[in-house]
């Protein structure tokens, strides 16, 4: 065998078997897309507890403050989140009756999503059991002692059920405090009835619904709280915040998960390289590379360290980050680009190109409070004139579409001075 094929080789088929397995285990991984990096921590915090009560009644689709109470009052919630760092979060909505809609937390992301989905349609039994709100809050805190612990309720003040100052004053024994908001005008103003007219009473009268701010002052009172006035402008929110400061801080426990990422890259390189090594590896000796072994000992130790320079290399950097957000962006996906602007911002929190772009992504889902913080992060850290410049500008649409005019008129000033021929 020997005199008849001198060139046949006894270890390369075995060698190219090896290679062939090896490509396929590494291709199964990649299909199997392993995910790394994941991990739930408990972390200790200094912050506080605030239990947001929710008025969901009709009265609250009333438009006497814009766009209408329910939806001014969802943007305040909103806003309040964005300002949380190391505090938790409960939100609890009610009519006639009262339910738990999110336990208290401190994901703020599931605040905002079941924030976005409340309705008057949630509850049947109609009318503003406030004195039921009061009641579910009280028994919705952590057993942590020594944390400030406020009860938030938004409403237009009409308690159809009473007892609402009774039970403020239990839950002020208790130890914590009642903050009510009234949404509207004391004036009040029609309810629509969502089908371009105003909800009638029986004697086919409009009926007005009004705020009633004399028993929402009597609540927060008995709370020891303080009553604020929610109209158009940002002061409620102003006022809330200051509230809320004076609270005592404590640490307090809280969970802490980590976003999975994609590791498939790694494995789908090896599959190449290895697919590439088999077809360069001939079944028999080759003449013209007789003198050259991939299989010595000191060639095996070059080989494998090439491989694991190449799987080190494969680990995506936040420009291939932001390039696969864009792809999603253009597609109309802004929930999934947004998520991988936010891998770029984590890789790179310097990037102004990544922060600018998740704040489009977060503004392209109506998230303006969130995209707002990203604007105004991307102000400090952005050097491009042009970019700076639409930053600035979609700052202002926020403003305006707020009705912050003044804030606005500043930002798109600003917006002018980077890039005066916008």
Do not use: W
């Not at 590379?289 to 320079?309: D, E, G, H, Q």
Request: proline letters at 3%; glycine letters at 6%.
């Amino acid at each position: 065998m020997k005199q008849l094929m001198p060139d046949v080789s006894k270890f390369r088929p075995l060698v190219k078997f090896i290679l062939l397995l090896c490509a396929f285990v590494a291709l199964v991984i990649v299909l199997a897309r392993p995910q790394f990096g994941s991990k739930i921590t408990n972390e200790k915090r200094t912050g506080i507890e605030a239990i947001i009560c929710l008025d969901v009644s009709n009265s609250m689709m009333a438009e006497d403050v814009t766009p209408s109470r329910l939806s001014r009052s969802k943007m305040l919630v909103e806003n309040l989140v964005d300002h949380f760092t190391n505090d938790k979060i409960g939100l609890i909505v009610f009519a006639g009756d009262a339910f738990i809609q999110l336990p208290i937390t401190s994901d703020y992301v599931s605040a905002k999503m079941f924030l976005q989905n409340i309705s008057p349609s949630m509850i049947n039994n109609q009318g503003t059991n406030i004195a039921e709100a009061l009641n579910i809050a009280s028994q919705s805190f952590t057993k942590d002692e020594g944390v400030g612990k406020a009860i938030i309720v938004i409403t237009d003040g009409e308690d159809h059920e009473g007892k609402a100052v009774e039970m403020a004053e239990e839950v002020r024994k208790k130890g914590m405090r009642v903050y009510m908001l009234g949404v509207g005008s004391p004036s009040g103003s029609p309810i629509p009835d969502g089908n371009g007219g105003y909800m009638k009473d029986r004697l086919g009268e409009t009926v007005v619904s009004a705020l009633n701010e004399d028993m929402c002052k009597q609540i927060a009172s008995a709370g020891n709280g303080a009553y604020i006035h929610v109209d158009n402008s940002n002061t409620a929110q102003k006022q809330l915040d200051g509230e809320l400061d004076k609270l005592s801080k404590k640490e307090i426990n809280t969970t802490v998960y980590s976003e999975f990422d994609e590791q498939f890259q790694a494995f789908a390189i090896i599959a190449l390289i290895l697919l590439v090594l088999e077809i360069c590896i001939y079944d028999r000796k080759n003449p013209m590379l007789r003198n050259i072994s991939l299989f010595k000992r000191k060639k095996a130790v070059s080989v494998f360290i090439l491989l694991m320079t190449t799987m080190s290399m494969q680990a995506q950097t936040d420009r291939q980050f932001i390039t696969q957000g864009n792809r999603l962006f253009r597609q109309g996906k802004y929930a999934e680009a947004e998520v991988l602007y936010r891998k770029a911002v984590e890789k790179n929190p310097k990037n102004p190109q990544a922060v600018y772009n998740l704040g489009n992504a977060l503004l392209a889902q109506k998230k303006d409070s969130a995209a707002l913080v990203q604007y105004q992060q991307t102000s400090k850290i952005e050097k491009n004139k042009t970019r700076l410049a639409k930053s600035f500008h979609n700052m202002g649409v926020i403003f305006q579409t707020r009705q912050m005019y003044q804030e606005a008129v500043s930002a798109y000033a600003e917006a002018l001075r980077n890039n005066p021929k916008r």
